[in-house]
């Protein structure tokens, strides 16, 4: 019994995720229809994207706030921009806005030595309101059938989207596993005073890692653009906190110093799936906000528990 529950926790992501897609066909015979797989992987994309940059930033000890309000900004940049610039023209500059905003909250976070919660906070509320102020409060409608088109699309069954999930995750795998940077940034999280006494640059690495969430922020509103059509200001409210949970439930530790790219991916499926779900059975959304709630406190709860396990070996 004693192997069993070692075993449970050590891979409880995975563990998870199978019992909710157990429990998902046995409460809805719609779950595993084509239509709402398909559905599922569609939702799945820009939170996945957000979730695999969030989670460099959380392997330091840091948390990130902004990724809501960078999306909104970036898809009212986009729908903006793209009468003028083309579709290549305004996703480069909506990428660089959310580099941007990322590379300031990163630089005051590493080098002026500002709480990662009250610079991504700051930095929430400004992308916030400079979106507010460059829509003048209004959603902006898109008329550009192949920036659209993609959003809706499929290749061999599966929707366009993904196939950027897909890429992304291939990228945080490598830089996670076979790059320096994805060795010292863990290195960061387990021992940032160690890891400073080494030599490293501490300070520049973790102010890369608000950049790449903040890019990763930006592919995320474009892609979540290209699939509503429209640039609104009120977009992503509340994202910041399901890409949080989604990188908690995959495992990894907000202290630092513990994640996986697999495990993050999975909690992104594990959150959308239990959507999904709620949604076939008619759950309303006020609902939905308690039974995520719950889920947070249990992926930190098993995690608190793996790590005692740990310990005491």
Known sequence: ???IYSFFLQHSTVM????????????????????????????????????????????????????????????????????????????IIGILCGAIIGGLAGGLISYFKVAPFVATLAMMTIARGLGLIISKGQPIFIDND?????????????????????????????????????????????????????GIQVEKHKFLVYVISGIACAVAGILATTRTGVGSPVFGIGFELD?????????????????????????????SIISNLMNLLNIPGYHQQVVKGGIIILAVLLESLKTKQQLSK
Do not use: C, H, W
Not at 16 to 45: C, G, H, K, P, W
Not at 146 to 172: N, S
Not at 247 to 256: D, E, I, N, P
């Open 16 to 91: 998870f995720f199978i019992i909710m897609l157990i429990v998902s066909a046995l409460l809805s015979d719609r779950f595993y229809s084509l239509e709402n797989i398909t559905n599922v992987l569609r939702q799945s994309v820009p939170l996945g994207i957000v979730s695999l940059g969030l989670l460099f930033v959380i392997l330091t000890g840091g948390i990130d706030l902004s990724v809501g309000s960078i999306m909104a900004l970036v898809s009212v940049i986009i729908a903006i921009y793209i009468p003028d610039y083309g579709i290549f023209g305004s996703t």
């Open 146 to 198: 192949t920036f659209t088109d993609f959003g809706t699309g499929y290749f061999i069954g599966i929707p366009l989207p993904f196939y950027v999930l897909f890429i992304t995750f291939l990228g945080a795998l490598f830089v996670y596993k076979k790059t320096v940077f994805g060795r010292l940034v863990i290195s960061i999280g387990s021992n940032e005073t160690a890891t400073r006494f080494a």
């Open 1 to 3: 019994m004693k192997k």
């Open 243 to 271: 890409a949080i949970a989604a990188v908690v439930v995959g495992g990894a530790s907000l202290s630092g110093g513990r994640g996986t790219v697999l495990n993050t991916l999975i909690g992104v499926f594990i959150l």
